[in-house]
């Protein structure tokens, strides 16, 4: 299920509304259509897992923001796909590693596997939209990733977001959002 219009709220116990400073008077939660942007453009996302055990699993990965939810795709027999078959929480993080500067974007929820051909298809031109050459070009780091997914050698997870969080820095100025859907 796409998500729908969360609730928004920033938390001012991670903010600089309650430790002040230059700036910080005006620190506001950040709008879901901005967070949006960011899952639409950002080309990394690190994915959460939690092993049968309970330890977790984090690796990097590709993701497509598509009509309200986040997909991504993992070979049949890696560690997240084994992982997500016994529990579908998971996590998938992305923005920047600056200290004074940027936006870091966490959506937590559960994985879907996909398997409708024509979903699939909607799955994989956007893929191929966001990374262009990456995916389309023989060169690309991810050339035939339609194929594997085609052939289903490799699944794809769409997670609808249930609770999403982002973090803004702007040079000393910071903001913890949360949008619950």
């Known amino acids: 299920m796409p998500a729908q219009r969360p609730t928004t709220e920033l938390d001012a116990r991670y903010s600089s509304a309650l430790n002040p400073r230059p ?3 005006e620190v506001t939660a950040t709008e879901w259509d901005e967070a949006r942007r960011h899952l639409g453009s950002a080309e990394i996302f690190w ?3 939690v092993r049968p055990d309970g330890r977790l699993h984090v690796t990097p990965c590709i993701a497509a923001w598509h009509e309200g939810v986040l997909y991504f795709s993992t070979g049949r027999r890696e560690q997240k796909a ?3 078959a016994h529990d579908a929480h998971c996590a ?3 923005g920047v590693n600056s200290l004074t500067a940027g936006f870091d974007v966490v959506v937590e929820g559960r994985a879907r596997p996909v398997d ?3 979903a699939l298809e909607e799955v994989i031109t956007a893929f191929e939209t966001k990374y262009g050459p990456h995916i389309t070009s023989p060169e690309g780091t ?3 990733i339609g194929d594997t997914i085609r052939e289903g050698d490799d699944l794809v997870f769409a997670v609808s977001p249930d609770t999403a969080y982002g973090f803004g820095r702007d040079n000393g100025v910071y903001s913890h959002t949360r949008w619950t859907f």
Request: no cysteine; glycine share 12%.
């Open 82 to 84: 084994k992982n997500l």
């Open 142 to 144: 991810f050339h035939g």
């Open 47 to 49: 994915v959460s897992t």
């Open 116 to 118: 409708d051909p024509v």
């Open 92 to 94: 998938l993080t992305t």
């Open 23 to 25: 700036g910080s008077a």
